[in-house]
């Protein structure tokens, strides 16, 4: 199973990006994809993620409100829309895929908001 997080780069501050997060080397969609950060010297903290049925999503509270998670099973991708990005947004995102209870990184992509 491979990862594959893109669509991070540079943007002003009130802009909008589209990440992307494309799973192979898996025939069944049944997992739940998250996405999470690692600003310049923080730890890694959790941003949204979606069940593989594509229910509820979940959201940490700095993106509610601006930040839309969804999936597009035919594609095996997990996408976030982020807008209203603020300087803080400023991060390394990655996505992460939980398959039979083994979780599975992608490479990660830089979000850097200028203010």
């Known amino acids: 199973v491979q990862l594959q997080a893109f669509g991070g780069g540079v943007v002003q501050a009130g802009g909008s990006l589209r990440l992307s997060c494309v799973v192979s080397?898996?025939?069944?969609?049944?997992?739940?994809v998250g996405w999470f950060r690692q600003p310049p010297g923080k730890e890694r903290e959790f941003v949204s993620a979606?069940?593989?049925?594509?229910?509820?999503?979940y959201y940490a509270n700095s993106a509610k409100g601006r930040f839309t998670i969804f999936r597009d099973n035919s594609k095996s991708a997990v996408y976030l829309q982020m807008s209203s990005l603020k300087p803080e947004d400023t991060a390394v995102y990655y996505c992460?895929?939980?398959?039979?209870?083994?979780?599975?990184w992608g490479q990660g992509t830089q979000v850097t908001v200028s203010s």
């Open positions: 992460k895929a939980r398959i039979e209870s083994q979780d599975y």
């Open positions: 979606i069940t593989w049925r594509g229910g509820a999503p």
């Open positions: 080397g898996r025939t069944s969609n049944s997992y739940a």
